[in-house]
C-alpha cells in the first residue's frame, strides 16, 4: 500500500507540475493576477507531494519491502538502516526522485523567500521551473519507476547495496551535489524570465545573485565531498583522477563561478547582460548534460548509473528539448538585453571578463577531454576506442588557472570604467615582487628541496592572499578606525574575500601534495616495517573481524614517530555476504599539514600482504579551501542588500520603462 501511495504522490506531483507550467505562465501574458498568484500553492503543493513520495520510498527501504523492484535491487536486511535509507538514492531510480525532489524544493524556496518579488516575475520563474520539473517527474513516472512492484516474485532477501556505497558519504555527498546541480535552474528561470519580459536591469541580478551563489556553494560542497569520499574509499589515495562523472560536475562549477563574477557587473554596471543570461543557461544546461552522461549507459565508471540505453535516448531528448529551446529563446531575445554601458581596458569589467573567458575556455577543454572519446567511439566503432586522461587536463587546464591566479590579484586593485596604468603599477608591482620571493624561500626553508612547481604553485597562492589583505587595508585606510572600518565593508565583500582565500588555499593543498608526497606500495610480513621520513610503520600481521555485513581481513600496522609509539592504524580488506563482493578500507589518520593514509592489499602467502602506505602533506587543505570557498559564497548571501524589499519604480528612460529598481529598507 506504501509504495502504491508513494507512485500515486508522483502523479499527483505530475499533474500539479503541469498547473504550474500553464497558469501562471498564461497568467503573466494576460496581466490575470489571479493566475499569476497560483504559482505559489501550486509550487507548495508539488514539494509536499514530492516529500510523501521520497518518504514513501524510504519507508519501503527501512522496513525491508522487496516487493519493490529497486528494494530488491539495491537493499539487504543485513544492510545497516542508515545505508538503507541512503539507498534511496543509491541507484538510478532514487537518485532521479532524489534529484525531482531537489528541484521541487528549490522551487518552493523561491515561492516563500521571494515575497517582495514582482508577481508576474514571480509567476514566470516558477513556470519555467514547472516546466523542466514536468519534464523529469514523466521521465520518472514512464521510463524509470521507482515503485515498480515484484508482486507475482517477491525474493526473501535483496541484492544489496554496492559495497563501494556502503559508507558515510553516500550520505552526504549525493544531496549536497544535487543541490548544486538543481539550483543552477533557479538562475536558469530568471535568465528565461529576463529574456520573456525583456527586462533585465541591476534590480534583476540583485534577485539572481543569491540563488545563484547558493547553489554554487552546495557544488562546491559535494565536489569537496565527492573527492573526499574517492580519496579514503577507492584505496587508491588520490583525490581526483579526471574521471568523466567528476569532470560533468566541475564543468557547471567553472561556469557558476564564471556566472557569479558576470552578476557582479551587471548589478553594478549594467554591461555583460546578454553575456551573464548566457552563462546562467550554460550553467543549468551543462547539469543536465551531467544527468544524462550519468545515466544513459555511455560510461564506465564507478560513479555512473548502469542504465540501458533506451532509457538515455529518453533522458537526451529532454535534454536537448530543454537546452534546444532556451538557446532558441535566447537567440531571439539577446539583442533586447544587452546592455549599453562602456568602459576602458584597465577596468574592473575588462579584468571579470577575463576571468569569465578563462573559466569558460577551462570548461570547454574538460568538455571536449569528456566527449571526445565517446564521439570517436560512435564514429570509428567501439575496436578504436581511445582514451584521454589526466596528462591532457593537466596539460591544458592547469596552465589556464594560474592565469586565473595572477589575473585575480591584479583586477582586486582595479576601478569601474577605467584604471590608470600607472597606478595600477603601483598597487601591484611590490606585491608581485613579495609573492615571488616568499614563493621561492618558503618551499626552500620548509623542505630544503628546490621544487619549481611547489615554489609557482607557493607564489600564486601567497599572491592571492596578500593582494587580499592589501584590498582591506586599503579599502579601511581612511577610515576614523580601522574596527568600523572593517564594519563597513559588508558581508558580501568578505564573501568575496573569504571564497578567494579559499581558492589560494586549495591551490597549496594541491600543488604541495603533489610534489612532496610518498607513496610506497610494499609486501610486509609480521614485524616488518618501512621508514618513510620521521614516521616508521610497522606491519603486525592480520586477524579475521565480522561486520554487520561483511567479514574483512584486518591489519594493524604501528607508526613509530621519531623512534617513539606514535599511533596504531587498521586497514582491512572486506568481503561483503550478499553479493561477494571485496572491498579495500583504507585506514587514515588526518592532520591539519599532513595525513597518513594505510591500505591493505592482497595476500602474498606466507603470512605477507601487499601494503600501500602513503604520507600525503597539506592533502587536508584541498578540501579545507573548498569549504572555505563555499562558505564565502553563503556570506555574501546574508549581506542586507539581499534583504531589502524591491519595487516597480517609474525610471528615466534610459533605465528601461518600468524597470525593476532596488529600494532597500532597514
Same mark, same amino acid.
Given at each position: 500500500?506504501?509504495?502504491?501511495?508513494?507512485?500515486?504522490?508522483?502523479?499527483? %506531483?505530475?499533474?500539479?507540475?503541469?498547473?504550474?507550467?500553464? $497558469?501562471?505562465? =498564461?497568467?503573466?501574458?494576460?496581466?490575470?493576477?489571479?493566475?499569476?498568484?497560483?504559482?505559489?500553492?501550486?509550487?507548495?503543493?508539488?514539494?509536499?507531494?514530492?516529500?510523501?513520495?521520497?518518504?514513501?520510498?524510504?519507508?519501503?527501504?527501512?522496513?525491508?519491502?522487496?516487493?519493490?523492484?529497486?528494494?530488491?535491487?539495491?537493499?539487504?536486511?543485513?544492510?545497516?538502516?542508515?545505508?538503507?535509507?541512503?539507498?534511496?538514492?543509491?541507484?538510478?531510480?532514487?537518485?532521479?526522485?532524489?534529484?525531482?525532489?531537489?528541484?521541487?524544493?528549490?522551487?518552493?524556496?523561491?515561492?516563500?523567500?521571494?515575497?517582495?518579488?514582482?508577481?508576474?516575475?514571480?509567476?514566470?520563474?516558477?513556470?519555467?521551473?514547472?516546466?523542466?520539473?514536468?519534464?523529469?517527474?514523466?521521465?520518472?513516472?514512464?521510463?524509470?519507476?521507482?515503485?515498480?512492484?515484484?508482486?507475482?516474485?517477491?525474493?526473501?532477501?535483496?541484492?544489496?547495496?554496492?559495497?563501494?556505497?556502503?559508507?558515510?558519504?553516500?550520505?552526504?555527498?549525493?544531496?549536497?551535489?544535487?543541490?548544486?546541480?538543481?539550483?543552477?535552474?533557479?538562475?536558469?528561470?530568471?535568465?528565461?524570465?529576463?529574456?520573456?519580459?525583456?527586462?533585465?536591469?541591476?534590480?534583476?541580478?540583485?534577485?539572481?545573485?543569491?540563488?545563484?551563489?547558493?547553489?554554487?556553494?552546495?557544488?562546491?560542497?559535494?565536489?569537496?565531498?565527492?573527492?573526499?569520499?574517492?580519496?579514503?574509499?577507492? *584505496?587508491?589515495?588520490?583525490?581526483?583522477?579526471?574521471?568523466?562523472?567528476?569532470?560533468?560536475?566541475?564543468?557547471?562549477?567553472?561556469?557558476?563561478?564564471?556566472?557569479?563574477?558576470?552578476?557582479?557587473?551587471?548589478?553594478?554596471?549594467?554591461?555583460?547582460?546578454?553575456?551573464?543570461?548566457?552563462?546562467?543557461?550554460?550553467?543549468?544546461?551543462?547539469?543536465?548534460?551531467?544527468?544524462?552522461?550519468?545515466?544513459?549507459?555511455?560510461?564506465?565508471?564507478?560513479?555512473?548509473?548502469?542504465?540501458?540505453?533506451?532509457?538515455?535516448?529518453?533522458?537526451?531528448?529532454?535534454?536537448?528539448?530543454?537546452?534546444?529551446?532556451?538557446?532558441?529563446?535566447?537567440?531571439?531575445?539577446?539583442?533586447?538585453?544587452? *546592455?549599453?554601458?562602456?568602459?576602458? !581596458?584597465?577596468?574592473?569589467?575588462?579584468?571579470?571578463?577575463?576571468?569569465?573567458?578563462?573559466?569558460?575556455? %577551462?570548461? =570547454?577543454?574538460?568538455?571536449?577531454?569528456?566527449?571526445?572519446?565517446?564521439?570517436?567511439?560512435?564514429?570509428?566503432?567501439? %575496436?578504436?576506442?581511445?582514451?584521454? *586522461?589526466?596528462?591532457?587536463?593537466? %596539460?591544458?587546464?592547469?596552465?589556464?588557472?594560474?592565469?586565473?591566479?595572477?589575473?585575480?590579484?591584479?583586477?582586486?586593485?582595479?576601478?569601474?570604467?577605467?584604471?590608470?596604468?600607472?597606478?595600477?603599477?603601483?598597487?601591484?608591482?611590490?606585491?608581485?615582487?613579495?609573492?615571488?620571493?616568499?614563493?621561492?624561500?618558503?618551499?626552500?626553508?620548509?623542505?630544503?628541496?628546490?621544487?619549481?612547481?611547489?615554489?609557482? =604553485?607557493?607564489?600564486?597562492?601567497?599572491?592571492?592572499? $596578500?593582494? $587580499?589583505?592589501?584590498?582591506?587595508?586599503?579599502?579601511?585606510?581612511?577610515?576614523?578606525?580601522?574596527?568600523? &572600518?572593517?564594519?563597513?565593508? &559588508?558581508?558580501?565583500?568578505?564573501?568575496?574575500?573569504?571564497?578567494?582565500?579559499?581558492?589560494?588555499?586549495?591551490?597549496? !593543498?594541491?600543488?604541495?601534495?603533489?610534489?612532496?608526497?610518498?607513496?610506497?606500495?610494499?609486501?610486509?610480513?609480521?614485524?616488518?616495517?618501512?621508514?618513510?621520513?620521521?614516521?616508521?610503520?610497522?606491519?603486525? &600481521?592480520?586477524?579475521?573481524?565480522?561486520?554487520?555485513?561483511?567479514? =574483512?581481513?584486518?591489519?594493524?600496522?604501528?607508526?613509530?614517530?621519531?623512534?617513539?609509539?606514535?599511533?596504531?592504524?587498521?586497514?582491512?580488506?572486506?568481503?561483503?555476504?550478499?553479493?561477494?563482493?571485496?572491498?579495500?578500507?583504507?585506514?587514515?589518520?588526518?592532520?591539519?599539514?599532513?595525513?597518513?593514509?594505510?591500505?591493505?592489499?592482497?595476500?602474498?602467502?606466507?603470512?605477507?600482504?601487499?601494503?600501500?602506505?602513503?604520507?600525503?602533506?597539506?592533502?587536508?587543505?584541498?578540501?579545507?579551501?573548498?569549504?572555505?570557498?563555499?562558505?564565502?559564497?553563503?556570506?555574501?548571501?546574508?549581506?542586507?542588500?539581499?534583504?531589502?524589499?524591491?519595487?516597480?519604480?517609474?525610471?528615466?528612460?534610459?533605465?528601461?520603462?518600468?524597470?525593476?529598481?532596488?529600494?532597500?529598507?532597514?
Amino acid at each position: 500500500m506504501i509504495p502504491e501511495l508513494g507512485n500515486f504522490a508522483v502523479m499527483l %506531483a505530475l499533474c500539479l507540475a503541469l498547473l504550474q507550467v500553464v $497558469i501562471p505562465m =498564461a497568467g503573466s501574458f494576460t496581466n490575470n493576477t489571479l493566475w499569476m498568484s497560483l504559482a505559489r500553492p501550486l509550487s507548495s503543493g508539488l514539494w509536499v507531494f514530492m516529500v510523501l513520495s521520497f518518504s514513501c520510498l524510504a519507508y519501503a527501504f527501512l522496513h525491508d519491502d522487496f516487493s519493490v523492484a529497486y528494494v530488491a535491487r539495491n537493499s539487504n536486511t543485513l544492510l545497516p538502516s542508515y545505508y538503507k535509507f541512503a539507498a534511496v538514492w543509491g541507484a538510478h531510480e532514487g537518485s532521479l526522485l532524489l534529484w525531482i525532489l531537489i528541484l521541487s524544493t528549490w522551487g518552493y524556496a523561491v515561492s516563500l523567500l521571494s515575497r517582495n518579488l514582482p508577481l508576474d516575475i514571480l509567476a514566470r520563474v516558477l513556470s519555467v521551473m514547472g516546466i523542466i520539473t514536468s519534464g523529469f517527474l514523466a521521465f520518472l513516472l514512464f521510463t524509470s519507476n521507482p515503485f515498480e512492484r515484484l508482486l507475482l516474485n517477491t525474493p526473501t532477501e535483496g541484492t544489496d547495496l554496492n559495497p563501494l556505497l556502503q559508507d558515510f558519504g553516500l550520505i552526504i555527498h549525493p544531496p549536497f551535489l544535487y543541490m548544486g546541480y538543481v539550483g543552477f535552474s533557479v538562475a536558469f528561470s530568471f535568465a528565461i524570465a529576463a529574456l520573456l519580459t525583456g527586462r533585465l536591469d541591476a534590480a534583476w541580478a540583485r534577485w539572481t545573485r543569491p540563488w545563484t551563489n547558493a547553489a554554487w556553494a552546495f557544488l562546491t560542497c559535494g565536489i569537496a565531498l565527492g573527492s573526499w569520499w574517492a580519496y579514503y574509499e577507492l *584505496g587508491w589515495g588520490g583525490w581526483w583522477f579526471w574521471d568523466p562523472v567528476e569532470n560533468v560536475s566541475f564543468m557547471p562549477w567553472l561556469v557558476g563561478t564564471a556566472l557569479i563574477h558576470s552578476l557582479a557587473v551587471t548589478e553594478k554596471r549594467g554591461v555583460f547582460k546578454s553575456w551573464t543570461v548566457l552563462l546562467a543557461i550554460a550553467a543549468f544546461s551543462l547539469s543536465l548534460l551531467g544527468a544524462f552522461i550519468v545515466r544513459s549507459g555511455l560510461i564506465t565508471s564507478v560513479h555512473a548509473f548502469a542504465v540501458d540505453p533506451e532509457r538515455g535516448i529518453v533522458l537526451l531528448t529532454l535534454l536537448l528539448l530543454i537546452i534546444g529551446s532556451s538557446l532558441f529563446l535566447y537567440a531571439l531575445r539577446a539583442p533586447v538585453v544587452s *546592455g549599453t554601458s562602456t568602459y576602458g !581596458g584597465y577596468s574592473r569589467e575588462v579584468f571579470l571578463l577575463i576571468n569569465n573567458i578563462i573559466l569558460v575556455v %577551462a570548461t =570547454a577543454t574538460i568538455l571536449l577531454g569528456t566527449l571526445y572519446p565517446l564521439i570517436h567511439e560512435a564514429i570509428y566503432g567501439e %575496436a578504436n576506442r581511445v582514451s584521454i *586522461g589526466p596528462p591532457y587536463f593537466n %596539460a591544458l587546464f592547469l596552465p589556464l588557472m594560474s592565469l586565473l591566479a595572477m589575473t585575480l590579484g591584479v583586477g582586486t586593485f582595479t576601478r569601474w570604467k577605467q584604471t590608470a596604468p600607472a597606478f595600477l603599477w603601483q598597487k601591484v608591482g611590490k606585491l608581485l615582487f613579495v609573492s615571488v620571493a616568499l614563493g621561492i624561500v618558503i618551499p626552500l626553508v620548509v623542505t630544503a628541496e628546490f621544487n619549481m612547481g611547489a615554489m609557482f =604553485a607557493m607564489m600564486l597562492a601567497i599572491w592571492i592572499v $596578500i593582494c $587580499i589583505g592589501r584590498d582591506i587595508f586599503d579599502k579601511t585606510a581612511n577610515k576614523a578606525d580601522r574596527i568600523s &572600518g572593517l564594519r563597513s565593508l &559588508g558581508l558580501s565583500y568578505y564573501g568575496m574575500q573569504l571564497a578567494h582565500f579559499g581558492f589560494a588555499v586549495v591551490i597549496c !593543498g594541491i600543488c604541495l601534495t603533489s610534489n612532496y608526497s610518498v607513496e610506497r606500495d610494499v609486501r610486509m610480513a609480521n614485524g616488518e616495517s618501512i621508514t618513510i621520513g620521521k614516521y616508521e610503520f610497522r606491519f603486525e &600481521g592480520v586477524v579475521e573481524r565480522q561486520g554487520p555485513n561483511y567479514t =574483512a581481513n584486518s591489519a594493524t600496522v604501528q607508526v613509530l614517530k621519531n623512534g617513539e609509539q606514535y599511533l596504531t592504524m587498521h586497514p582491512e580488506k572486506r568481503m561483503y555476504t550478499a553479493r561477494g563482493d571485496v572491498q579495500t578500507e583504507a585506514d587514515i589518520q588526518v592532520g591539519f599539514f599532513r595525513d597518513l593514509f594505510t591500505a591493505l592489499g592482497d595476500p602474498r602467502g606466507d603470512g605477507e600482504w601487499v601494503v600501500r602506505i602513503h604520507v600525503k602533506p597539506f592533502v587536508f587543505w584541498i578540501w579545507f579551501g573548498a569549504f572555505l570557498m563555499a562558505a564565502g559564497g553563503v556570506t555574501a548571501i546574508l549581506d542586507k542588500r539581499y534583504r531589502g524589499k524591491l519595487v516597480r519604480a517609474d525610471v528615466p528612460a534610459a533605465a528601461g520603462k518600468g524597470s525593476l529598481q532596488p529600494v532597500l529598507e532597514s
